[in-house]
């Protein structure tokens, strides 16, 4: 039983109980001496108790108590030294797979309630079937002590019986030879009523698990001295409002741990109380991308372990053959094999070689960390076969040699990678007709683009966007100054050198 807060199990919390089995001879025997040295007689004491609070001849649910009386019966005081220790006794059941505890958040009472879900105990032949069970076992009581006991309950047949077990033949009887339903007539009212009455209790999936936002999830996990608080709070009974949350909540799959967080957010809400959707799915879009982030990350790095693993195992197994490649998706040879290889030996190394095998061929020294991470991502995290990376690789190289603008960056690589994998291209003449139809079209497009004309046309006056600005240009004066002009010219400077005299 995880559980953080104790004041979240007193004795106060109501209870129930839910078993759909009942306890035989056997199983009393299996608690009494195969769970017990593993839990503890105590651990057993509360799983028998919590059996008998439903009726020996039923199954079912017991009546909703408080837990008040499992600390009296238990002889445990209701502080917290026996609230920890109840839960380290439920703990143990769930561990060995007796027990299965839930909690239940009631918004009425804004309170949890507990659901005490028994389960059968296990089988002599399934408990020893069970390997971390039996080693259990095992360090509590040693071995000999567990050969022993699975030996006391097991019932061996005799050596007469063993030797002509070869020879055993099925000779029952199957139901339909005996018995014979009126499939005719569909009793309607007696199905709706067996359903209606029915003991054994649907296991539906949560509201999480089905896709759906729970308000009961999502109000616990949100913040008490948090601003939004309010506004979060008046979403229980706001159904188009927390519809709202919910659309964003499933298309950015999100939890109910994650929608607390972004409704924690400061602009989300109006001073009304009402969702902003557009600030709402920002953040959830940050957040998915942030998730898909970590989680492409974790895949990649997983997927490198395997991978080393594999390759140990590869290297002491037989390599896999070589698969041949028709004469019809042949690709040219890149002008760095030149003189290298002839074309049948490069079209099986694009076929059969490992991409980073293939990228070592391309470079001189050391292939570049960046590069090397790309094709890891398009290996380990989209999923293409080898074959269509060594054949992007190809496309890559070839378009670098020929002179193209075009820089070999992510970006350009995993968009690429991205067309190949919305066409589905998953094999190794997919992958050639691919790379055939994108080199058409840049043929097509470099065609339309040369038969304008050499240069650009000149646009005609006044049909450009720019205003026409005058340039200022030095002129000589035609004519020159005559004597009045001139001694009018000396006559201003000199009252405007006497101005200046005058202020100094």
């Excluded at 143990?92 to 659901?115: F, H, I």
């Excluded at 509590?140 to 050596?159: H, M, N, P, Y």
Aim: glycine residues 6%; hydrophobic residues 35%; negative net charge.
């Amino acid at each position: 039983m995880r559980m953080k807060n104790l004041l979240h199990f007193t004795e106060h919390h109501r209870y129930c109980v839910y078993r759909e089995f009942g306890l035989g001879h056997v199983d009393e025997i299996m608690l009494s001496k195969v769970y017990q040295p593993m839990v503890g007689a105590f651990a057993v004491s509360l799983y028998q108790l919590l059996s008998q609070q439903i009726p020996a001849g039923q199954i079912g649910y017991s009546p909703v108590e408080q837990q008040r009386g499992l600390f009296l019966t238990l002889g445990l005081e209701p502080s917290e030294k026996g609230r920890k220790y109840l839960i380290e006794q439920t703990s143990k059941l769930e561990a060995v797979g007796l027990l299965q505890t839930s909690r239940m958040y009631a918004p009425d009472t804004d309170d949890y309630m507990y659901e005490y879900e028994l389960q059968q105990p296990l089988s002599p032949s399934e408990f020893f079937r069970t390997q971390h069970l039996t080693l259990l076992l095992r360090d509590k009581i040693g071995k000999f002590a567990v050969l022993s006991l699975r030996a006391s309950l097991w019932s061996q047949e005799t050596a007469d019986w063993q030797q002509m077990l070869h020879n055993k033949e099925n000779i029952s009887v199957p139901f339909y030879d005996i018995f014979e339903l009126n499939t005719h007539v569909i009793d309607y009212e007696l199905e709706q009523a067996l359903s209606e009455v029915s003991v054994s209790r649907h296991k539906g999936a949560s509201a999480e698990e089905a896709g759906e936002l729970n308000y009961a999830d999502m109000i616990l996990r949100f913040p008490r001295e948090s601003v939004n608080r309010k506004h979060v709070e008046r979403l229980r009974f706001d159904y188009e409002q927390f519809g709202v949350v919910q659309y964003v909540a499933h298309k950015y799959d999100l939890s109910a741990q994650d929608v607390s967080r972004l409704l924690d957010e400061e602009d989300v809400f109006t001073e009304q109380g009402e969702v902003v959707l557009d600030r709402l799915q920002y953040h959830a879009q940050l957040q998915f991308r942030q998730a898909k982030k970590r989680m492409e990350d974790q895949q990649v790095k997983a997927a490198k372990v395997i991978a080393l693993r594999q390759g140990v195992e590869e290297e002491t197994a037989q390599p896999p053959a070589e698969q041949a490649v028709e004469m019809e998706y042949y690709v040219e040879v890149p002008p760095q094999f030149e003189g290298k290889c002839d074309i049948h030996q490069y079209n099986m190394m694009l076929r059969n070689e490992p991409y980073y095998r293939l990228l070592q061929t391309f470079f001189p020294g050391t292939v570049p960390g960046n590069l090397l991470d790309i094709f890891e991502k398009i290996d380990l995290s989209y999923k293409l076969p080898g074959e269509v990376i060594n054949v992007l690789i190809h496309y890559l190289m070839t378009m670098l040699v020929s002179g193209s603008d075009q820089r070999i960056n992510r970006n350009f690589v995993e968009t690429v990678a991205s067309n190949m994998l919305v066409k589905q291209v998953n094999s190794y003449e997919k992958a050639v007709q691919y790379i055939r139809d994108q080199s058409k079209v840049k043929g097509r497009k470099s065609a339309g683009g040369s038969s304008g004309g050499g240069q650009r046309p000149r646009s005609v006056k006044g049909a450009s966007g720019k205003p026409s600005i005058p340039i200022v240009q030095d002129q000589v004066a035609e004519t020159p100054v005559s004597e009045e002009e001139l001694e009018e010219l000396l006559r201003m400077a000199e009252q405007m050198q006497s101005g200046k005299k005058s202020n100094l």
